[in-house]
């Protein structure tokens, strides 16, 4: 069943759990994702990142992500995932998301304010909801990169954190339906442990009303990391590099121990489908406990 990113948050806040958001540029992913949900009969959303149009153009996967959300027995929403320009955010609905990001986050603030106004008011006037980011995320050199986000030198830059009443601001003259956050998570693989500021979750949620946060460069944070930026405020958890790791090391094990047999590729398309589904009941079950 196609929803808005909307109604699974306001529901996530009612159970006080997180919604998973996982980016699909390909079938196996896109699969996965919606087997994973099934399975555990939870919502999801799916998305695709501007920045995968290298992968697959939202032209391609976009009406599959539509067709898939709408014969799912679950509910599905369909996001862009950190959309860069108006013309981009509008192709997306034009195509049927019901979701969009749009990051100008790497703007001077008045920019996004201005340019993230006029987004919500097209997005509104169609029943489309509207994400945006403030504070800037480092990229990992491995992987990820899908925000338009800082070098991995600031990682750990508290100066690039989200500050709470500069968020208040930007909620009420954006009137944006969530809030993507920077509190110490990275785009792409972790290459150091990572250390969240859980105390600015708090302020910024206590500071803002209570909107839905998002936390991008969700995959690789540990058990205890989840449940504590969920208790924080944090509603939407964006997810990709570990499930994406997943499918290649399962791929890597398979190809390893076939020896000289011959593989085919529909078979490989299975084991990397199933890894990936695998990956995700493990973190939609920790997103969705009460
Ligand atoms: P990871 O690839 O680090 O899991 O982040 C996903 C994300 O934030 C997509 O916007």
């Known amino acids: 069943m196609l929803v808005t990113v909307r109604e699974l948050l306001i529901e996530a806040e009612k159970k006080q759990c997180a919604v998973g958001a996982f980016n699909v540029p390909n079938l196996e992913s896109l699969r996965g994702v919606i087997q994973a949900a099934e399975m555990l009969e939870v919502p999801v959303i799916i998305q695709h990142a501007e920045v995968h149009e290298n992968l697959i153009s939202i032209e391609e996967i976009g009406p599959l992500m539509v067709d898939y959300a709408k014969r799912a027995r679950v509910p599905v929403a ?14 997306a609905i034009r195509l049927g998301f019901t979701s969009i990001m749009y990051d100008a986050s790497l703007k001077d603030y ?9 987004l919500v008011k097209i997005a509104h006037s169609v029943d489309v909801s509207v994400e945006a980011e403030l504070g800037e995320m480092t990229n990992s050199t491995i992987g990820g990169g899908e925000g338009r986000t800082s070098k991995i030198s600031d990682f750990g830059n508290i100066d690039l954190f989200t500050n709470p009443q500069q968020a208040k601001d930007f909620i009420e003259s954006t009137h944006i339906d969530s809030l993507a956050i920077s509190f110490g998570t990275v785009h792409g693989k972790y290459l150091a442990e990572p250390n969240l500021d859980f105390d600015r979750i708090a302020s910024i949620r206590s500071a803002t009303e209570g909107i839905p946060l998002v936390m991008h460069g969700g995959s690789g944070v540990s058990k205890d990391d989840y ?3 969920i208790e924080a405020g944090i509603r939407k958890i964006n997810y990709y590099t570990y499930m994406n790791l997943a499918a290649g ?11 000289n047999e011959e593989l085919f590729f529909d078979a490989l398309s299975l084991v990397a489908t199933e890894a990936i589904r695998e990956n995700i009941v493990q973190a939609l079950k920790i997103f969705n406990l009460k």
């Open 249 to 259: 090391k399962s791929l890597k094990d398979t190809i390893e121990h076939s020896q």
């Open 227 to 229: 449940r504590r930026a």
């Open 110 to 118: 008045e920019t996004n304010v201005k340019e993230t106004l006029e």
């Open 78 to 91: 369909v996001h862009l995932d950190h959309g860069s320009s108006l013309a981009e955010c509008i192709k």
